[in-house]
């Protein structure tokens, strides 16, 4: 069965520091993974996914299948990334295996 | 260009109570779906719908009931309410491309079960 692990419920960095977001996944196929961003008081959207090999906002997630993990990255930490984040997992018909998130508070 | 709606925002219902969430996209897209989110738990699917006229269950179906009589339209009901139900509730939709394409989210529902 699939199964997608965010360790950090919560996790608090200072403006300018480094920041790393884990998600380690389960799954028996080939696995694509996304990570989804929910600002406050607004939707929760795509903030990037992996066979896109794409860098959203300063954040880069890089599949690492030896480790099974995909995890979020961002060298400059800045105020406007304070948000909820979920790693997610595409299982079958288009549906989706959410992590449990992570709350990122980035500290002036 | 209203993307995904959901109608109401905010509900309080007691036990055993009834009631329906309508999900609305104006995407055309072919994948309809209902999460519910709670605190420490993430988004689990509820059920989703992979055309009009289709449905299927998800993780956490028990309790509800879904119909996609209308390709715009998602709804989801909740026959007798329980206090365990309450939580927010999100409708996504995407297109029927397979493998990976993007989900587009609806603001939520709050739903409280007294």
């Known amino acids: 069965a699939q199964r997608v692990t965010q360790p950090e419920k919560l996790l608090s960095v200072f403006k300018g520091a480094p920041v790393e977001l884990k998600c380690n996944y389960s799954?028996?196929?080939?696995?694509?993974l996304f990570w989804y961003v929910q600002y406050s008081r607004q939707r929760l959207q795509l903030l990037l996914r992996h066979i896109s090999r794409e860098s959203i906002k300063g954040f880069t997630a890089d599949l690492n299948k030896g480790e099974t993990s995909f995890h979020l990255k961002k060298p400059f930490a800045q105020e406007e990334d304070s948000a909820m984040y979920y790693c997610?997992?595409?299982?079958?018909?288009?549906?989706?295996?959410f992590g449990t998130g992570t709350r990122l508070t980035v500290i002036p | 260009n209203a993307g995904v709606t959901q109608t109401p925002k905010f509900r309080v219902l007691k036990t055993g109570q009834s009631m329906t969430l309508l999900c609305a996209q104006d995407?055309?897209?072919?994948?309809m779906y209902w999460y519910r989110q709670d605190p420490g738990m993430g988004l689990r699917l509820i059920h989703y719908s992979v055309g009009e006229g289709t449905t299927a269950k998800g993780e956490v179906p028990d309790g509800y009931n879904v119909s996609r009589l209308k390709k715009q339209n998602f709804l989801l009901g909740l026959e007798s309410a329980a206090p365990s139900q309450t939580s927010v509730y999100f409708c996504?939709?995407?297109?029927?491309?397979?493998?990976?394409?993007?989900?587009?989210f609806g603001p939520g529902t709050r739903l409280t079960v007294l």
């Open positions: 996504a939709s995407t297109t029927g491309t397979i493998g990976g394409a993007e989900q587009f």
């Open positions: 997610a997992l595409l299982s079958g018909a288009n549906n989706l295996f």
């Open positions: 995407m055309n897209h072919e994948y």
């Open positions: 799954y028996s196929g080939s696995p694509e």
